[in-house]
């Protein structure tokens, strides 16, 4: 009954009591996990050589670009696999965004499918998941490159915007605790955490330079470290300007310098996809034959940006599913009221019956988040990861090389320098419109 029935059985007498948003939010991230996983295993080369067996995966693979339909596509039958489970996970959270429009409280006939059946939901995505495996492979893989760069360029948004929370908050609790306890040791360590991570910026930027850039040539690698460290500069002084300090007394260099990091790694892993050899030392790993006979997979997802992207992108959708924001200009932003909430049930509401500690419905006055834009953010993220575990690469023309487009670049700079700019806007904002509450 814990598999079919509502999210707050599935804690009943094994957990402490929750929320029942937040163990929805938990089982949903779950399932984007799940799939994570499945697209980790099938890109490992040993399973990679595997896939051929699976029927009709290989075949026809030229059939629409023109190509003869015997090519072998065994050197990037991974980067497929890993494309269609992109492909069916974004279609199931798609399909939960598109069927929770405009849900208000859980008293809503609909609420029942995003905080229940479970194990029915599970089936689903299994489901879409064998039915991405038998689409005809043709133009598949080339136009659905463009859904995930769209995708990517949108969650590197939405992670940069999660940082920003999380770096608000951090703030304002070490500056509370130091104001309630007078005790100096929460300033040194505000200090400290900031020099930390600007000092780590700062070699970042310098080892950028020494390993994507040559003393003649590499314009485009100079050009995107220099302008991206100029932004950083510009963004840092701005939010200890005494007229930002006095309309956001919150705003400090914590916050800046964790951008900054932020920020230098988006550049990082932006000059690994530049296509020149000369210019990109991680491209001879990715592909290290450049052969276009190649019969050895090509397909590897485990290099240093690769990582740190997967690690970013766990700890985004675990603060996704949750994050409970003290600013209320964040919630607006990410369509969340997990304070106005949830007047239904309180944690000593909780549901006691024999004793036994359940989640309780907090969601009976009004949903704590917005269904919807969960899921659109669960569908960016699978599209994120998928990009990710696939180095941004698609293939040639030939279908038998891997190769690393400059979108990928331009698409990654882009999304750096829009967070920049969202990050300044959050500063400038209660200058430019006094009139609006940025409390």
């Known amino acids: 009954s814990c598999l079919c029935g509502s999210a707050p059985c599935l804690l009943c007498g094994c957990c402490p009591s929750a929320k029942n948003s937040t163990i929805s939010r938990l089982l949903f991230t779950f399932f984007l996990f799940l799939g994570t996983l499945v697209s980790i295993i099938m890109i490992i080369p040993g399973v990679e050589k595997e896939l051929h067996k699976l029927p ?20 990037f039958l991974g980067h497929k696999a890993v494309y269609r489970m992109g492909f069916a996970m974004a279609a199931f959270f798609c399909l939960f965004a598109v069927l929770m429009v405009c849900v208000r409280s859980s008293k809503d006939p609909r609420a029942v499918l995003q905080n229940g059946f479970w194990f029915f939901k599970f089936l689903v995505l299994v489901g879409i998941t064998v039915g991405a495996f038998y689409i005809p492979d ?19 948004l939405i992670q940069l915007v999660l940082l920003i929370d999380f770096a608000h908050s951090w703030s304002q ?33 310098a080892l950028l330079y020494v390993y994507y850039t040559k ?20 963004v840092s002084v701005v939010s200890i300007l005494p007229k930002i300090q006095e309309a956001q007394p919150h705003s400090g260099l914590l916050q800046a310098s964790l951008i900054t990091l932020y920020t230098i790694y988006v550049t990082w892993s932006a000059l690994a996809n530049v296509p020149t050899q000369r210019c990109n030392p991680t491209l001879l790993v990715r592909n290290s034959t450049g052969s276009a006979t190649a019969t050895e997979p090509l397909t590897t997802w485990w290099d240093a940006p690769s990582i740190v992207g997967l690690v970013i992108f766990i700890l985004c959708t675990l603060f996704i599913s949750l994050r409970s924001s003290d600013h209320p200009q964040v919630n607006k932003l990410m369509l969340t009221e997990e304070s106005g909430a949830g007047a239904g049930a309180g944690p000593g509401g909780a549901a006691e019956e024999g004793g036994v500690r359940r989640a309780y419905d907090n969601e009976q006055d009004g949903v704590s988040y917005s269904y919807t834009f969960f899921h659109l953010c669960l569908l960016l993220a699978a599209l994120y990861i998928m990009m990710t575990l696939t180095n941004w690469y698609r293939p040639d023309e030939s279908l038998q090389v891997l190769r690393s487009p400059w979108a990928a670049v331009w698409v990654k700079i882009s999304s750096s320098w829009a967070g920049l700019l969202l990050y300044l806007w959050t500063l400038v904002a209660p200058l430019v419109l006094p009139d609006r509450d940025f409390s």
């Open 215 to 234: 003393p003649e040539g590499c314009t485009e690698g100079k050009a995107f470290i220099s302008i991206n460290l100029i932004l950083c500069l510009i």
């Open 56 to 75: 009709g995966f290989c075949e026809g693979s030229g059939s629409v670009l023109g190509v003869q339909p015997h090519v072998d596509c065994s050197s």
């Open 173 to 205: 609790r070490w500056l509370r605790n130091a104001g309630e306890s007078n005790a100096k040791g929460w300033y040194a360590a505000l200090c400290t955490v900031t020099f930390i991570f600007y000092a780590a910026s700062v070699a970042a930027v």
């Open 138 to 156: 043709g133009a598949f893989t080339s136009v659905w490159f463009y859904f995930g760069v769209v995708g990517s360029f949108l969650f590197i």
